[in-house]
C-alpha cells in the first residue's frame, strides 16, 4: 500500500493511500471514520483497480480547522485536486454516507472528470444533520416525480416565491449544472439517516441509474463482511462501463 500526501486547491496538505492497478477507483469513506475503513474494499478491487482512498478533509490525517473550509464545493475540489496530482484522467468515483454525498457533488460539478459513480448507503440530512421525516420524505418524492416529468424548473417553482432574489437568481442558474450524466450504481441504506427510500429518489432523478436491492444492514457486522457482499457488484458495474 503507497501513502502519499497532496495540496487541495486552498493549500490544504491532505492525505490518501494506493492499493492495486488498473482502471481508477476513488472510495470516500463515510462520517466518522477515516480512509482505514476502504482498506477491506480495497483488497477485493485491487486486481482490476488502481484503489485510491483519501481521509476527507478534517477525518484521519487530513485535517482542517478553518470551519468555511468545510462545505460540499470545497469536498469536491479536494478530489479533482487528488486526481490532477496523480496526473489522472476519467474516473471512477465511489463514496459512502457523507462520502456518497461528495461523490454527487463531483458527478454533476466534474461529469467530464467522471466515468461512473457509486454510491453506498447515501444519506439525507436537515440544518441538525438528522435524518429527513416522512414528511420531508414524501415531498422530495413529490418534487423528483416532478424534476423529471416537467423539469427542475417546474418542481422548484413552489419553492422559489419563498428565496431572497438573489438566491433565486443562483439556483436558476444551477438548474443548467445539477445533473449526474455518468452511469450510477447505487447501494440503499438501512437506517433514517440513510434511507432506502432515498435510492428511489435518486432513481427518478438520475438518467442512468441501477439501484440493488436493499439488503439487511442489521446482519452486516462487519466491514469485511460488507466488503464481501458489494464487492462482486461493484466489479459487474464496472466492467460495463
Given at each position: 500500500m503507497e501513502n502519499i500526501s497532496y495540496y487541495g486547491n486552498d493549500g490544504n496538505l491532505l492525505f490518501a493511500s494506493i492499493l492495486g492497478s488498473g482502471i481508477p477507483?476513488?472510495?470516500?469513506?463515510?462520517?466518522?471514520?477515516?480512509?482505514?475503513?476502504?482498506?477491506?474494499?480495497?483488497?477485493?478491487?485491487?486486481?482490476?483497480?488502481?484503489?485510491?482512498?483519501?481521509?476527507?478533509?478534517?477525518?484521519?490525517?487530513?485535517?482542517?480547522?478553518?470551519?468555511?473550509?468545510?462545505?460540499?464545493?470545497?469536498?469536491?475540489?479536494?478530489?479533482?485536486?487528488?486526481?490532477?496530482?496523480l496526473a489522472l484522467g476519467q474516473i471512477i468515483i465511489c463514496g459512502m454516507g457523507i462520502g456518497a454525498s461528495i461523490t454527487e457533488r463531483v458527478g454533476?460539478?466534474?461529469?467530464?472528470?467522471?466515468?461512473?459513480?457509486?454510491?453506498?448507503?447515501?444519506?439525507?440530512?436537515?440544518?441538525?444533520?438528522?435524518?429527513?421525516?416522512?414528511?420531508?420524505?414524501?415531498?422530495?418524492?413529490?418534487?423528483?416525480?416532478?424534476?423529471?416529468?416537467?423539469?427542475?424548473?417546474?418542481?422548484?417553482?413552489?419553492?422559489?416565491?419563498?428565496?431572497a432574489p438573489v438566491i433565486s437568481k443562483a439556483v436558476k442558474e444551477a438548474f443548467i449544472r445539477t445533473e449526474i450524466k455518468a452511469p450510477t450504481l447505487i447501494f440503499p441504506g438501512g437506517d433514517i439517516r440513510h434511507s432506502s427510500e432515498l435510492g428511489n429518489i435518486y432513481m427518478r432523478l438520475i438518467p442512468n441509474c441501477t439501484l440493488e436491492e436493499p439488503f439487511d444492514w442489521d446482519n452486516i457486522q462487519t466491514l469485511d463482511q460488507l466488503a464481501e457482499k458489494i464487492a462482486p457488484k461493484i466489479m459487474m458495474f464496472t466492467r460495463e462501463l
Open positions: 477507483i476513488v472510495i470516500l469513506h463515510g462520517g466518522g471514520p477515516d480512509r482505514q475503513s476502504i482498506i477491506p474494499f480495497a483488497r477485493r478491487l485491487e486486481k482490476e483497480h488502481r484503489i485510491i482512498f483519501p481521509d476527507i478533509r478534517g477525518y484521519g490525517q487530513s485535517t482542517c480547522y478553518a470551519p468555511s473550509k468545510h462545505n460540499w464545493i470545497q469536498y469536491a475540489n479536494d478530489v479533482i485536486s487528488l486526481i490532477d496530482h454533476f460539478s466534474y461529469p467530464n472528470r467522471i466515468k461512473g459513480i457509486i454510491l453506498l448507503s447515501p444519506e439525507t440530512l436537515d440544518e441538525e444533520g438528522k435524518g429527513s421525516s416522512e414528511k420531508e420524505k414524501e415531498l422530495m418524492i413529490r418534487c423528483a416525480e416532478q424534476a423529471v416529468s416537467e423539469g427542475l424548473e417546474k418542481a422548484w417553482e413552489p419553492f422559489m416565491k419563498d428565496l
